[in-house]
């Protein structure tokens, strides 16, 4: 059965840094883009970022490049997302989600079950 | 950046169809996907490349993507359909995943 499981979410300053993971397990993690994608609380989903099957591809959502930078290690079957200059409106549930189909325009067909980013205001 | 709506929420009788829209800019030439959301749960893929049905999603569930609309359908609904939906679309012109603001659907 594929799995992902993120792990890393937690209280966290203003302008502080975080960094989630991501293992899986069940398919081959290097043949597949990969995705972050949150919901901050009450709201809808907003995808972050992507990542291609061998890294050489990032995409990210206007609001935190810069700040943010996806990366994986394929040995590990990991997914990475590390979060600095942390703010307020970056307060979320992190998925990681698997993509499938073709390229970064696939659809997400297996998600993680999230974990939870909280920066005070 | 590419924008796609969707109405805030659908409401249906159990037993009738339930269509909830995903609109934007000649969609009809792009894929979308769909996903339902459950509360305290995380989404899960219902329609992918408009039309597509993962093996885990119902007959009941349909999809189809022309002009500016794309369309997600659910004949026969359920007390268990209620639940978020998201349309998902890739901008090829920005690189960028965009979804959809959500419908909640309301089985009455």
């Known amino acids: 059965e594929v799995q992902l499981m993120e792990s890393g979410g937690g209280l966290v300053q203003p302008g502080g840094s975080l960094r989630l993971s991501c293992i899986v397990s069940e398919f081959p993690f290097r043949s597949y883009w990969m995705s972050w994608v949150r919901q901050a609380p009450g709201k809808g989903l907003e995808w972050v970022a992507n990542i291609k099957e061998d890294g050489s591809e990032k995409y990210y959502v206007d609001s935190v490049k810069g700040r943010f930078t996806i990366s994986r290690d394929n040995a590990k079957n990991s997914l990475y997302l590390q979060m600095n200059s942390l703010r307020a409106e970056d307060t979320a549930v992190y998925y990681c989600a698997r993509v499938s189909g073709l390229g970064a325009g696939g659809q997400f067909d297996y998600w993680g079950q999230g974990t939870l980013v909280t920066v005070p205001s | 950046s590419y924008v796609v709506t969707q109405p805030p929420s659908v409401s249906v009788a159990p037993g009738k169809t339930a269509r909830i829209t995903c609109g934007g800019n000649n969609i009809g030439s792009k894929s979308v996907h769909w996903y339902q959301q459950k509360p305290g749960q995380a989404p899960f893929l219902v329609i992918y490349?408009?039309?597509g049905r993962p093996s885990g999603t119902p007959e009941r569930f349909s999809g189809s993507n022309s002009g500016n609309t794309a369309t997600l359908t659910i004949s026969r609904v359920e007390a268990g359909d209620e639940a978020d939906y998201y349309c998902?679309?890739?901008?090829?012109?920005?690189?960028?995943?965009?979804f959809g603001g959500g419908t909640k659907l309301t089985v009455l």
């Open positions: 490349y408009d039309s």
């Open positions: 998902h679309v890739w901008d090829s012109s920005s690189d960028h995943v965009v």
